[in-house]
Antibody
Framework: QITLKESGPPLVKPTQTLTLTCTFSGFSFNTSGVGLGWIRQSPGKALEWLAYIYWDDDQRYTPSLRSRLTITKDTSKNRLVLVMTAMEPGDTATYYCAHGRIQYFDYWGQGILVTVSS | QSVLTQPPSVSGAPGQRVTISCTGS?????????VHWYQQLPGTAPKLLIF???YRPSGVPDRFLGSKSGASASLAITGLQAEDEGDYYCQSYDRSLSGYVFGTGTKVTVL
């Protein structure tokens, strides 16, 4: 059974850097075709894909936020990390990590609400 | 930035059929990339409903039907139930962005 759980600070100040961790279980990240992604959802808004990392360490980012995002994985600890710099109030959202099957996301974490406010 | 367009809302009485459209472009759905659908019930994380245009994961009722033609895809919910109320999102891959794209989302209301 695949499970994912996001963790991180619920509140960050503007200009600060956000670091989110996704702890996962139930699958091997060394399996061809497997990937993990981050998706966010601002209050009352649609889902927005942020970043994705494949089993071979290939990384993809949404173009509008590419300069602010870094996605990494630690397969020895079954962890996925997202770093987002220069946080601003518009980044307030629920951040989800999700298990990927090449083109879609079949398992999602519960999400973590991050508020950006001074 | 949603590049897949969906109607903001659809509604129907219990037992009825509703359909949600998802329209993309030549760089995503029109380029042959599959469309996938997610259901997000109030206060919960999204759940995969349909993958590969028309396939249901184990446990998803056959009341949910996916289809695709050209750059447009559709999700039909037959025999609408109160528990189906929530938001529905389509998703695909975009070759111009080299990444994933979601739809604008559709709120389903059971009257």
């Amino acid at each position: 059974q695949i499970t994912l759980k996001e963790s991180g600070p619920p509140l960050v100040k503007p200009t600060q850097t956000l670091t989110l961790t996704c702890t996962f279980s139930g699958f091997s990240f060394n399996t061809s075709g497997v990937g993990l992604g981050w998706i966010r959802q601002s209050p009352g808004k649609a889902l927005e894909w942020l970043a994705y990392i494949y089993w071979d360490d290939d990384q993809r980012y949404t173009p509008s936020l590419r300069s602010r995002l870094t996605i990494t994985k630690d397969t020895s600890k079954n962890r996925l990390v997202l770093v987002m710099t220069a946080m601003e109030p518009g980044d307030t959202a629920t951040y989800y990590c999700a298990h990927g099957r090449i083109q879609y996301f079949d398992y999602w974490g519960q999400g973590i609400l991050v508020t950006v406010s001074s | 930035q949603s590049v897949l367009t969906q109607p903001p809302s659809v509604s129907g009485a219990p037992g009825q059929r509703v359909t949600i459209s998802c329209t993309g472009s030549s760089s995503n759905t029109g380029a042959g990339y599959d469309v996938h659908w997610y259901q997000q019930l109030p206060g919960t994380a999204p759940k995969l409903l349909i993958f590969g245009d028309k396939y249901r994961p184990s446990g998803v009722p056959d009341r949910f039907l996916g289809s695709k033609s050209g750059a447009s895809a559709s999700l039909a919910i037959t025999g609408l139930q109160a528990e189906d109320e929530g938001d529905y999102y389509c998703q695909s891959y975009d070759r111009s962005l080299s990444g994933y794209v979601f739809g604008t989302g559709t709120k389903v209301t059971v009257l």
